[in-house]
């Protein structure tokens, strides 16, 4: 057996001191009406007195353990899996702030529109989410809880990570351990970036995706033009060594490469808004890994010891009523 809240069975420790004092309570006011009535009938409601008490003690320790959340025994339970994994793994650094991403909106915008499109298309695959600067950290691993992945997907920024510079290589090898050893579905990395790489380099990171069995969909967001990059205080331009201006752009060429050595797919979000080509590319990866699946669980007990704390208190009332009637 075990207990969803087991700290609430500390409860039930003061419930039979409590039960005590009121049987000695209950004693001291039948005394008073022992020289009221017949022995037989003195008898009768001590007995009804006792009876009644110790129903009321098993119906307040039934409520307490049903509290609990009480579980024993065991059964399977079949669920529908889709065998398809996905980590949406973000580019949070500085360049995805600039304002180049279609509709005026930043590429962070671009990127987490159409994150947030894709899983209110697809609610029942499972989401994990990365997220990419100077280094990758993990924000949430695997899970079927879609409002935790999109309560963190609408709050990202830059500043999400403290970490400067863009590693876009050490993003993917942190996605690509967020995929658990055991898991015999498919898995893809849907990347969201400009593909500016300023502190890794993506050479080979396909090998290592390739041989855990990773694809990559890399969303591209940003313009080819591309825009300069301003200075970490805002105030004015980061400039090269020779003066001009750095300018960052979607560097698509690598992101298409990254997605065809991978089996993947490319997708540019900030000039063509609708993710059909995605939805249709993850559907029939999950089309051909479907499959009905059954996982063991113990069930919940406490109706059980509800129905007991009525069946009490009913029991209780009936006795009560019971006595009145024949007085």
């Known amino acids: 057996m075990s207990f969803d809240n087991p700290r609430i069975l500390w409860s039930l420790v003061p419930l039979f001191p409590l039960w005590l004092l009121f049987i000695k309570h209950r004693s001291k006011r039948l005394a008073a009406f022992q020289t009221m009535t017949s022995p037989e009938g003195y008898r009768k409601l001590r007995s009804f007195s006792v009876n009644q008490a110790i129903l009321f003690l098993f119906c307040f320790s039934s409520l307490i353990i049903a509290l609990s959340g009480p579980r024993w025994g065991g ?42 499109s894709l899983i209110e298309a697809r609610p029942d695959f499972r989401y994990a989410v990365c997220l990419g600067k100077g280094k990758g950290v993990l924000g949430i691993p695997l899970t079927d809880d879609q409002e935790a992945v999109i309560n963190l997907i609408a709050s990202l920024s830059s500043d999400s990570i403290s970490a400067a510079g863009t590693n876009l290589q050490d993003l993917l090898e942190v996605s690509s351990r967020a995929f658990p050893e055991e898991s ?16 890794g380099t993506m050479d080979g990171i396909e090998r290592l995706l390739n041989a855990r069995g990773i694809g990559v969909v890399a969303v591209g967001v ?49 000039r063509e808004s609708s993710p059909a080509p995605v939805l249709a590319y993850l559907d029939s990866l999950a089309s051909s890994q479907s499959s009905l699946e059954y996982r063991r669980e113990v069930p919940s007990r406490q109706v059980w010891f509800i129905l007991a704390a009525l069946v009490c208190f009913a029991a209780a009332r009936f006795l009560e009523e019971s006595l009145w009637k024949k007085r």
Not at 97 to 109: A, E, I, N, V, Y
Not at 184 to 199: C, N, S
Not at 234 to 244: A, F, H, I, V
Request: aromatic share 4%.
């Open 222 to 270: 940003g313009s080819l033009q591309g825009l300069p990059v301003p200075q970490a205080d805002g105030t004015s331009l980061l400039r090269r060594p020779n003066g001009t201006p750095v300018i960052s752009q979607l560097r698509e060429p690598a992101l298409q490469q990254l997605a065809e050595l991978t089996g993947g797919l490319y997708w540019n979000a900030s």
């Open 184 to 199: 015999p579905g498919k898995r893809r990395i849907i990347l969201f970036t400009d593909g500016e790489d300023t502190r």
């Open 75 to 116: 059964r399977l339970v079949s669920e529908y899996s889709s065998g398809l994994d996905i980590v949406l793994a973000f580019d949070v650094s500085r360049s995805m702030d600039l304002k180049d991403g279609g509709g005026g909106q930043s590429r962070l915008d671009a990127a987490r529109q159409a994150a947030l």
